[in-house]
């Protein structure tokens, strides 16, 4: 179930601009969308939970324009142009890691993250959790390496050394622990 050296994002496609409120605005660039401090635009943040309960993370890949090498969640991007929220993640889980998952929708936030020169994060994210079906063939073209960890050790890892994971990874599972609770334990151990 696909290729896991091609190439499946480019910075010409178009994003969905959005309000605060997250209602779309208009179309930029991948590229216009992240120069600069950013241009508020529509993304997701997917977990992904193995059968033990274990958090799959991934780290970056090193071309990556904004936080290459860095440790984040199971899988992230924007929907393009006239795509779905839920056509969106499909198509990212299948390009990025090719498997698929049902995914539970839990939150949204606004949040804008600077990567000094290179460019910014300015986007109003959606977040889901899931768990995964089948196994993991990640995309080299996007993911350096993938790892299971779980809550506890997770938590240990951002409090000795936040300085190796994305900014949207680090407030988004904050806020899984401390508002969503109860909905992260049925995925997470």
Not at 85 to 108: G, I, P, W
Request: proline share 3%.
């Amino acid at each position: 179930m696909g290729d896991v050296h091609r190439t499946v994002s480019s910075e010409r496609e178009e994003l969905i601009l959005v309000d605060a409120d997250d209602n779309e605005t208009g179309y930029g660039t991948k590229a216009d969308c992240h120069d600069g401090n950013g241009v508020l635009h529509r993304a997701f943040s997917l977990f992904l939970f193995n059968q033990s309960g274990e958090l799959l993370l991934q780290q970056r890949g090193s071309q990556k324009r904004l936080w290459p090498g860095f440790w984040s969640n199971s899988c992230c991007s924007h929907p393009r142009r006239g795509e779905t929220l839920l056509l969106a993640t499909q198509r990212r889980l299948r390009d990025e890691l090719n498997v698929s998952a049902e995914l539970e929708h839990v939150y949204r936030f606004c949040y804008q993250a600077d990567f000094g020169d290179a460019g910014s994060e300015n986007e109003s994210c959606h977040v889901f959790l899931g768990r995964l079906d089948g196994d993991v063939r990640p995309n080299d073209s996007e993911i350096e390496s993938i790892r299971y960890v779980s809550a506890g050790n997770l938590d240990e890892e951002l409090t000795q050394h936040p300085e190796q994971f994305t900014p949207w990874f680090k407030k988004e599972w904050r806020t899984l622990r401390e508002d969503y609770a109860g909905t992260l334990a049925r995925y997470a151990m």
